[in-house]
C-alpha cells in the first residue's frame, strides 16, 4: 500500500507560482513513476505531467510543459509539481499519482494509489 499526501496548494494571482509537493509512505518510492492531474469543475480529469522511477525521464502535457516542472526527491521520498506564470485556467483540484507501470504514464487508468488532491485557485 502506498499513502500519498499532496500539500502546496492554495489561491495565487495570475502570474503567480507555487510549488506543489507529495510525500508518499508505504512500499520503495523509487520502484514507482509519478504523476500529475488535475481536475476543474465540470471538466474530466487531465494530464499535467509524470516522472519516472529514476527522475531521469519527464512527460508533459504539451500545453503546460514551458510553464511547469516535475521532479523527484528520493531522500525525501517526494514528488514536486513547480507551476509558473500561473493563469485561471490552471484553476483545478491537482492530484498525486504513483505507477508500477512504466509506460501509458499520460492516462490516468495506468496509475495504482492516488492521493486526495490540494486545490490550486489563480485569480485574474
Known amino acids: 500500500q502506498v499513502q500519498l499526501i499532496e500539500s502546496g496548494g492554495g489561491e495565487v494571482q495570475a502570474g503567480g507560482s507555487l510549488r506543489l509537493s507529495c510525500a508518499t509512505s508505504?512500499?520503495?518510492?523509487?520502484?514507482?513513476?509519478m504523476g500529475w492531474f488535475r481536475q476543474a469543475p465540470g471538466k474530466e480529469r487531465e494530464f499535467v505531467a509524470a516522472?519516472?522511477?529514476?527522475?531521469?525521464?519527464?512527460y508533459y502535457a504539451d500545453s503546460l510543459k514551458v510553464r511547469f516542472t516535475i521532479s523527484r526527491d528520493s531522500t525525501k521520498n517526494t514528488v514536486f509539481l513547480q507551476m509558473n506564470s500561473l493563469k485561471p485556467e490552471d484553476t483545478a483540484l491537482y492530484y498525486c499519482a504513483a505507477a508500477g507501470r512504466r509506460d501509458n504514464l499520460y492516462v490516468s487508468a495506468t496509475y495504482d494509489y492516488w492521493g486526495q488532491g490540494t486545490q490550486v485557485t489563480v485569480s485574474s
Open positions: 508505504g512500499r520503495t518510492f523509487g520502484s514507482f513513476a
Open positions: 516522472i519516472g522511477w529514476s527522475g531521469r525521464t519527464t
